[in-house]
Every structure is written in structure tokens, then in C-alpha cells.
């Protein structure tokens, strides 16, 4: 059963940076898509962005453009997700999914889900 763990959320300033991490285990899949979503108040889930165990990635919320950097430790079995320049926009529980194959943009291609961690932007 795949398991993931997200840490790393937390209270942080305007225009600060973050960096999220979602700890995986029990794929039996060799090919697999990681991807961080969050929930922010007022909106549905959307996804921020994904990689693959091969490390293809793909972005879906990066505005403005570099915000948002993913990446994977593979030796730890960890994706991470960094975010920039932070505003109270974004706001909201992050949680990372997993799923057979490759990224997909809309959540329900996704089967498992982590507990979600929460950030906090605010002066």
C-alpha cells in the first residue's frame, strides 16, 4: 500500500519561501507520478505540479512563472516542493498524491493522498 507523509508547512510571511516534503513508500509500480495539490480558501483542489520516478515534471499553477520548483531525492523517497515569493493567496493545505503512470493535472487521476500539511502566509 503506498504511503505518503507531507511536512514542512507552517506559518511564513509575505514573500518568504517554503519547502514542502512528501515522504513515499510502498510502490509496486516501477513508473509512478508524484504531484502536490493544494486547497486554498475559496477554490477547488488544483494541482501545483508533479514528477515522475523518472523525473519528467510538469507545472500547472505557476504564476507568476518560478515560483513553484519541484524535485525528487530519490534515495530518501522523497518529492520535494519549494515555493517562493509567497502571498496569502496561498494559503491552504498542500497535499501530495500519488499514482501509476504519469502526471496528470486533475486529482482524481490519483489514487493515494497523503494527510495534507498546512501553510500559512501572514504578517
Known amino acids: 500500500q503506498v504511503q505518503l507523509v507531507e511536512s514542512g508547512g507552517g506559518l511564513v510571511q509575505p514573500g518568504g519561501s517554503l519547502n514542502l516534503s512528501c515522504v513515499a513508500s510502498g510502490f509496486t509500480s516501477g513508473y509512478y507520478a508524484i504531484g502536490w495539490f493544494r486547497r486554498v480558501a475559496g477554490k477547488e483542489r488544483e494541482g501545483v505540479s508533479c514528477?515522475?520516478?523518472?523525473?519528467?515534471?510538469?507545472s500547472y499553477a505557476d504564476r507568476p512563472r518560478g515560483r513553484f520548483t519541484i524535485s525528487r531525492d530519490n534515495a530518501k523517497n522523497t518529492v520535494l516542493l519549494q515555493i517562493k515569493n509567497l502571498s496569502p493567496d496561498d494559503t491552504g493545505i498542500y497535499s501530495c498524491?500519488?499514482?501509476?503512470?504519469?502526471?496528470?493535472?486533475?486529482?482524481?487521476?490519483?489514487?493515494?493522498w497523503g494527510q495534507g500539511t498546512q501553510v500559512t502566509v501572514s504578517s
Open positions: 498524491a500519488a499514482r501509476a503512470g504519469n502526471c496528470k493535472r486533475a486529482s482524481y487521476f490519483y489514487d493515494d
Open positions: 514528477i515522475t520516478s523518472s523525473g519528467e515534471r510538469s
